[in-house]
């Protein structure tokens, strides 16, 4: 189906969640003008959500003109955007991601840190596992969000600390999302940024193989650090605020 992974909300208001993560797939292009979304029921099945919730959701976006419906037919992205609710709702995002990686900073060079401490050849694995995916979806033009995704967590997994995996499980969505946003604001060329990823991945892979934690912490920092400066590229000014 199109449209990638639909995440389930774990708090707040399900019709919120739906809403929010439906208009970040339309305005990063997962869903293009024109595209078909899922039907009501389908999209109940995919938010684990309920018929009404579901409708509530899809009149905000009709409202808002970001999509149509049609009887029988289901509901549409229109073929105009309206300007001010994608700029909006990127800026909104993206203000949300930066807060997630100033978040994220806080907890994952520790645990890439402990990682190489504590690893397993099994984790080990994992974590080369999650790499190997990523670079091939990423040569193949798929979407990746849940791969990074899967590379953080194995990496917290790594850590043998279950507060960790709790962390990361709890930005998950925020994850990959800052993934699609970041590519879909970035200067850089999709291939280009995919390889910048890989390359920080493989470096912390590295010194957790070599079981050196500082080395450790310094790249997982390092690689959240040009996730935050890929966020901000296209538009300085919010780096004040991250």
Known sequence: MKGGEFPTAARGRLADHAYNVLLHKIVTGEFREGDPLPSEKELCALFEISRPVVREALQRLREQGVITSRRGAGSFVQKALPEEVSSTQVVRKRQEMLENLEFRHAIEPQAAALAAERRLDSDLAAIQEAIDRYARAALEGSPAAHLDFRFHL??????????????????????????????????FAHLERSRSVLADHTRILVAIRQKRPEEARRAMRAHLENARLRMIDAQPALADSA
């Not at 995996?165 to 946003?181: F, K, P, W």
Request: charged letters at 20%.
């Open 154 to 187: 194995a990496v917290a997994t790594a850590s043998h600390n279950r507060r960790f995996v709790d962390a990361i499980c709890s930005v998950e969505q925020d994850i990959s999302h800052g993934v699609n946003l970041s590519r879909f604001l970035s200067h």
